[in-house]
């Protein structure tokens, strides 16, 4: 069976961490390598993207190998053929997929049929290659993941969703705070052994890091309204991070939705590693693709 990233979930602790070593030697070390020589990634994307298709492009490039966008007004994935056809042809051509589907189901679909490996490259569940790069950023901020204290403040999403698995493999303790009925499962939640508190002043108060993400995700614009009311007081202000302490940090996966769910100052701020977490989007997407399709073993 191919090896596939579809959600943190399928990693096991010492693949983790083999993940993220790797990505840290590759950014100290501005890593060029043969691993895809001759391979094609093939990149899906039902939905817009500025740092997963850029990312995953430039680090198949640094790896010897070639990455092609296949625009989804043409593939039209499930519409004009379905999920199962695309990937029994693309097994045929390329060695992997990286997928950014509208449901989850679709990318496993993709797995399934396709017989390479496949990267949830973000569904409406998970989104695995931000978590990667979520933890990397931490590793280098605290020099460690056991113990350190994340408070997510905002929707309970798939960003949240990795990001709970990615805190139960590493030992990281996440409070969450989410407005009445945004919060994520119940089961990610125990797995992790999170806590809820509601009020986000208080779930910030002694955090390592505070994160959030937007309110609105792709594919929800008709709630927008709705959510911008339930989220009120949720937003992430200079004031939320006085209350979390000097040395915290902030993280956001980005793109920002500014006055909603975090305000300029902060993440153009001195506590801010969001610009961190983008550049490493590309060195942990670099490690996934070395293993997972170039066959490196994950470890520095
Ligand atoms: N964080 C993230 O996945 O960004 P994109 O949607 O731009 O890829
Ligand atoms: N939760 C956001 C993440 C974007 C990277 C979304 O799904 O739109």
């Known amino acids: 069976m191919p090896r596939r990233l579809l959600e943190i979930a399928d990693l096991q602790p010492d693949e983790l961490r083999g993940i993220l ?10 890593y060029r390598g043969q691993e895809l020589a ?3 990634l093939a990149l899906l994307f039902e939905k817009p993207s500025l740092r997963t298709r850029t990312t995953l492009e430039v680090a198949a490039l640094h790896l010897g190998g070639h990455a092609v966008y296949l625009d989804n007004r043409q593939v039209a ?5 379905p999920v199962k056809d695309v990937a029994l042809n693309l097994g ?4 992997g997929i990286a997928a950014r589907v509208n449901k989850h189901e679709a990318v496993v679909e993709l797995a399934e049929f396709s017989g390479i490996p496949v990267i949830n490259a973000l569904s409406d569940t998970h989104h695995p290659l931000q978590a990667l790069a979520d933890l990397l950023t931490l590793q280098e901020r605290f020099g460690r993941l056991e113990g350190l204290r994340l408070a997510y403040v905002g929707d309970g999403n798939n960003v949240l969703a990795s990001l709970l698995e990615a805190a139960a493999l590493a030992g990281i303790e996440v409070t969450v705070s989410t407005p009445e009925g945004y919060e994520p499962p119940p089961a990610l ?5 999170a806590q809820l508190v509601r009020d986000p002043m208080q779930a910030v108060r002694g955090a390592d890091a505070v994160y959030t993400d937007v309110w609105v995700s792709m594919g929800q614009e008709e709630e927008t309204q709705r959510r911008l009311r339930d989220f009120s ?10 209350i979390a302490g000097e040395r915290a940090i902030f993280l956001h996966c980005l793109p ?3 006055g909603e769910e975090v305000v300029e100052e902060v993440v153009y701020g001195p506590q801010s590693a969001v610009f961190d977490q983008a550049e490493n989007r ?3 997407a670099k490690a996934v693709l070395a293993g997972l399709i170039g066959g490196r073993p994950w470890s520095a």
């Open 189 to 193: 939640m125990e797995r992790a052994g």
């Open 77 to 81: 994935l499930g519409v004009r053929e």
């Open 256 to 258: 920002a939705h500014y």
């Open 38 to 40: 001759g391979k094609t």
């Open 21 to 30: 070593d790797t990505a840290a030697f590759f950014k100290k070390s501005s």
């Open 282 to 284: 590309l060195h942990t």
């Open 233 to 242: 007081g949720y937003t992430v202000t200079p004031e939320m991070m006085r």
């Open 92 to 95: 045929r051509w390329v060695e």
